[in-house]
């Protein structure tokens, strides 16, 4: 079983080193590169006013997260829901950054990236060239993402979620590896008889054919057909 955690935050700001924190965290649950339904989805007060080019990318406000917990109130929800899984995000340094920044605060180990699949130099690698935000692919592969008005985590995970399983082969991403070992096992067992009756063919001598020797008794029944017939075959010449 493969377990992958699509994540995805917004935040007050763009650094975590001046200070902006996480006000929202979206994460969706995919076994078998399939989504089983469970899902992860906080608002937190930022403790700090919001910036106004945050807020008009997310619509967050500084007002609508004044009662939500505190990072420190959810870190351990988060932490279970996530376990020791891959976790996979867009532009991953940017979240996992954040995300750092907010356990070192709650003085909990901070996420190593060896366990983060990072979608954006993914997409690049896969397509050289072409745009890679997630926009982007969503129209590459052809995902609505019409009701995208805003930037939102739990929304950005949902549609990464899609995005991440055509990067990795489309809608049966193991199809093709499966695909891949079975035609190469049976080329192997092909090749294996092949090899075995070439080897039939080459050891053994090829039997010259055997001369056909009616009986008497067969000849004679067969001369008695031919006097019932009116110039059989057998009796003409060239």
């Known amino acids: 079983m493969t377990r992958h955690i699509i994540l995805d935050t917004e935040t007050t700001g763009l650094s ?3 200070g902006h924190r996480i006000v929202e965290i979206g994460a969706v649950e995919m076994i078998n590169f399939s989504p089983t339904g469970k899902q992860l989805h906080i608002y937190m007060n930022p403790e700090r006013e919001m910036e106004a080019e945050a807020e008009r990318i997310h619509g967050l406000s500084t007002a609508f997260l ?6 420190i109130d959810i870190a351990q929800q988060l932490i279970d829901f996530i376990g020791d899984d891959d976790l996979v995000i867009h532009n991953a340094p940017f979240d996992v950054g954040f995300l750092n920044a907010e ?21 690049r690698q896969k397509f050289p060239g072409a745009q890679a935000s997630l926009d982007a692919l969503c129209r590459r592969f052809d995902i609505d993402n019409t009701h995208r008005d805003f930037h939102g ?16 082969g489309g809608r049966q991403p193991g199809l093709a ?3 891949e070992q079975e035609e190469s096992h049976n080329k192997t067992e092909q090749d ?29 029944a067969h001369n008695k057909l031919l006097g019932t017939m009116k110039t059989p075959i057998w009796h003409q010449t060239e």
């Open 177 to 179: 590896l499966q695909t």
């Open 66 to 71: 004044s009662d939500k917990p505190l990072f």
């Open 192 to 220: 294996n008889t092949l090899s075995f009756s070439g080897f039939l063919v080459e050891e053994r001598p090829i039997r010259p054919a055997r001369p056909s020797v009616l009986k008497h008794e067969e000849q004679e």
């Open 153 to 168: 985590a739990l929304l950005d995970a949902d549609l990464l979620a899609s995005v991440f399983v055509e990067l990795k």
């Open 16 to 18: 975590p080193e001046q």
């Open 103 to 123: 356990l070192s605060r709650c003085k909990i180990a901070p996420l190593s990236m060896d366990r983060v699949i990072d979608t954006l130099p993914l997409a």
